[in-house]
């Protein structure tokens, strides 16, 4: 079946401080990938994706590249800030319809 | 574009009565999701329409829920005899379909059953 592992949470950084949420998954077929953002109070928005192997998605400082060896999609910024405080979502989609999501992990940024 | 729009923010109920959510998808997207999320959950799929066909339920779509879409714009989500097990956010997401997968969320609606 298809399923997303994320580390788990919460994790508190100082700002510009290095960040790597890992991400892995399960799936049948040849999946799409995802990172979404939830802030505080909102819904959830589409940060990045990949929709093939070795592709790398990225968006405002953060990337994530799709490895097909490794079923990863670890999410990476080198230098956080206070506003990207949230909680963070790896999702996979093989059909474009249902997506499964991975149960979230919350970044805190200190100043 | 105002992107996807949901009504009501929150709602709480008693158990045993019914509730109705409304979603309002980005114009242009032909396809709409509703999703359930549970505190420290990532969201988990219940429906999918494309236009106004629904084609797709989850398990967790029990027979007291059901969703319409009846003009192929707005959605809505009935919960009948509500209980308590369904609180949770309740969230819909549109898309464009095609090659184009990526689902828009909107601010989800919160149900509490009391």
């Known amino acids: 079946g298809n399923s997303v592992t994320q580390m788990e949470g919460p994790v508190t950084l100082s700002e510009e401080a290095f960040l790597t949420i890992n991400c892995t998954y399960t799936?049948?077929?040849?999946?799409?990938l995802f990172w979404y953002v939830q802030y505080p109070g909102e819904g959830l928005q589409l940060l990045l994706k990949?929709?093939?192997?070795?592709d790398k998605g990225s968006n405002k400082g953060f990337e994530a590249t799709y490895r097909k060896e490794t079923t990863s999609f670890h999410l990476e910024k080198g230098s956080v800030q206070v506003s990207d405080s949230a909680v963070y979502f790896c999702?996979?989609?093989?059909?474009?319809?249902?997506?499964?999501f991975g149960t979230g992990t919350s970044l805190t940024v200190i100043p | 574009d105002t992107g996807v729009s949901q009504n009501p923010r929150h709602k709480i109920t008693k158990r045993g009565q019914n509730v109705t959510f409304r979603c309002d998808p980005i114009?242009?997207?032909?396809?709409l999701y509703w999703y359930r999320q549970t505190l420290g959950q990532g969201p988990e799929f219940l429906t999918y329409?494309?236009?106004?066909?629904?084609?797709?339920k989850s398990r967790l779509l029990s027979d007291r829920f059901s969703a319409e879409r009846p003009k192929g714009s707005f959605s809505t989500l009935e919960i009948q005899r509500t209980e308590q097990g369904d609180s949770a956010m309740y969230l819909c997401?549109?898309?464009?379909?095609?090659?184009?997968?990526?689902?828009?969320f909107g601010p989800g609606t919160r149900l509490t059953v009391t």
């Open positions: 114009s242009e997207h032909n396809r």
């Open positions: 799936a049948t077929g040849y999946p799409s």
């Open positions: 999702a996979l989609t093989t059909t474009g319809n249902q997506f499964y």
């Open positions: 990949a929709t093939k192997a070795d």
């Open positions: 997401a549109s898309s464009l379909g095609g090659g184009a997968p990526e689902q828009y």
């Open positions: 329409f494309q236009n106004e066909a629904q084609l797709e």
